[in-house]
């Protein structure tokens, strides 16, 4: 059974690109959530999402930033117009209902 | 709301020593409890995990945390350090739901030979 997998492992983009992280969850799991870990820092929760629903997005900045689950594909973790700040690691984890999450491996975000 | 508190960012033991990692959480409702370990460049992988069933966990790579409600507390043990435990430890705490979880800023294990 293959575990969360997200992509790519490493991104730069530019200041103003737009960055996309995509995020598999492991077979079974309908529950996805985002975290951000920042150097030297603890992960910070971003956002939780079920299949074509958000659930809670209290971590999720208010501008840039957004997040889907559809009903078919990965979740996909959307940046806009990209800033130095940015930078950071992101991490996927996936669950089954009300049982603990599995994390994926992160993607590193770096913006020049 | 809910949070957690490890105190002690980098925790150094020698080798064959105990180690403790101390977490304390905060919660309004009965919380499950967690802890991953995180290697460099790598993501976070669960190694125990407290859902109000027996207090004392044990977990994978030796490592065992007790639960106890009246310290608030979720510390994480070894009885042993081997090399191979260096790395950022991260306790985490969520509700019964089992949704988003809050993470403490972890702790840096370094094992000295």
């Known amino acids: 059974n293959a575990g969360v997998m997200q992509n790519p492992r490493h991104l730069v983009r530019r200041r103003g690109q737009e960055a996309r992280l995509r995020c598999s969850p492991m077979?079974?799991?309908?529950?996805v959530y985002w975290y951000r870990q920042l150097p030297e820092e603890g992960l910070k929760f971003m956002v939780y999402l079920q299949k074509e629903n958000i659930i809670d997005e209290s971590g999720m900045p208010k501008e840039r930033f957004s997040a889907e689950f559809p009903k078919e594909g990965p979740s996909i973790l959307r940046i806009q117009q990209v800033v130095r700040g940015d930078s950071a690691a992101y991490f996927c984890a996936s669950s089954r209902p009300q049982t603990e999450q599995y994390f994926g491996p992160g993607t590193r975000l770096t913006v020049t | 709301a809910q949070s957690v508190t490890q105190l002690g960012s980098h925790v150094s033991v020698s080798e064959g020593a105990l180690v403790l990692l101390r977490c304390n959480y905060s919660?309004?409702?009965?919380?499950?409890l967690f802890w991953y370990v995180q290697y460099p460049n790598q993501g976070l992988q669960l190694l125990l995990k407290?859902?109000?069933?027996?207090?004392l966990v044990k977990g994978i790579n030796g490592f065992e945390a007790e639960f106890k409600k009246s310290e608030t507390s979720f510390h994480l043990t070894k009885p042993s350090a081997h090399m191979s435990d260096a790395a950022e430890y991260f306790c985490?705490?969520?509700?019964?739901?089992?949704?988003?979880?809050?993470f403490g800023d972890g702790t840096t294990l370094t094992v000295k030979p």
């Open positions: 919660s309004s409702v009965p919380p499950y």
């Open positions: 407290y859902t109000s069933a027996a207090t």
């Open positions: 985490a705490v969520s509700d019964e739901n089992a949704g988003k979880s809050t």
């Open positions: 077979k079974g799991h309908s529950h």
